[in-house]
């Protein structure tokens, strides 16, 4: 079968499965198999795939159908300038995650040389970014998934910062190693109730400890809260990713915990996404 009708084919399944994107999301997961950009698919339509690529391609397009997220079934997503490896252990990069990056840059210029902590690290995303960056930053990386530490661990070699950063498998309330001067954070944050109405691929798919925020959504916050108190200098920065409508509960625990709030940054769809402060 030539590359125009293996499309052709994969496109319809995931149409009649209600894939909303099932013309990109054929042509990334072909492109992926035969390992040719995207515009090679547009200018060979006859070239003709051999048994083992279309054996994969439709493996690939039957996980599609069932709801697993591109990112996962190539392993790889991209986020902010830089790609990264990413499996079902970790929660997958979101383009509104992004902003933190941005504050971080405002913030602290080229020849700054700072000590920054990401308090659930995950794919390493933030963390790796900020590394990329900012020659001068030395970075810790905690998180109780030891699957997504490794997950880290190979991010930060693929990017070659691997020399400016460590990585320890702890759970926030046990880690007490050092002081920085710039605490991030992207914390579970979604109601436990809310859980089962996520979107299918998230619900089904994505790691449930990087998205259950407890009873109300504020339980693993307020921890890295509380964390973030003690291991931050004074004037340090805090930014933390939050739910979009938890501002004014997060505002006033970081008040109580000696934290002085900047701004609220808002993200792609206008939602409050992440706020940052000052500890005093």
């Known amino acids: 079968m030539n590359i125009y009708n293996t499309l052709y084919q994969g496109k319809n399944i995931l149409k009649m499965n209600k894939i909303l994107s099932p013309n990109l999301d054929s042509e990334i997961l072909l492109s992926e198999i035969i390992n040719k950009e995207k515009k090679y ?43 990264f490896y990413v499996n079902n252990d970790v929660l997958i990069p979101r ?50 998934s030891k699957k997504s ?45 809310n859980l089962k109405y996520l979107e299918r691929e998230v619900a089904s798919f994505e790691p449930k400890l990087a998205l259950n925020g407890g009873f109300d959504g504020f339980s693993k916050i307020k921890k890295v809260i ?5 291991l931050i200098k004074k004037n340090g920065k805090f930014i933390l990713e939050i739910g979009f409508n938890q501002k004014n509960i997060v505002k006033e625990l970081l008040k109580n915990e000696g934290f ?21």
């Open 226 to 230: 509380k964390k973030a108190k003690i």
């Open 149 to 193: 530490i490794n997950v880290s661990k190979f991010n930060a070699k693929k990017l070659n910062v691997a020399h400016r950063v460590k990585f320890y498998n702890s759970d926030v309330d046990n880690f007490m190693i050092g002081k920085y001067d710039l605490i991030v954070s992207n914390p579970p944050y979604i109601e436990l109730l």
């Open 260 to 280: 002085y709030v900047n701004k609220i940054q808002k993200d792609y769809g206008n939602n409050d996404r992440c706020i940052i402060s000052t500890k005093i």
């Open 41 to 83: 698919l547009i200018l060979n339509p006859k070239k003709v795939l051999d048994r083992k690529q279309l054996e994969n391609y439709n493996n690939l397009i039957n996980r599609r159908k069932n709801g697993e997220p591109i990112a996962y079934l190539i392993n790889k997503k991209e986020f902010w300038k830089y790609e």
């Open 95 to 144: 383009p509104d995650t992004e902003h933190i990056i941005d504050q971080v840059l405002k913030i602290y210029p080229k020849k700054h040389k700072i000590r920054v902590l990401d308090i659930g690290v995950g794919s390493g995303c933030i963390l790796l970014s900020l590394l990329k960056e900012r020659k001068n930053f030395y970075g810790i990386g905690i998180d109780i």
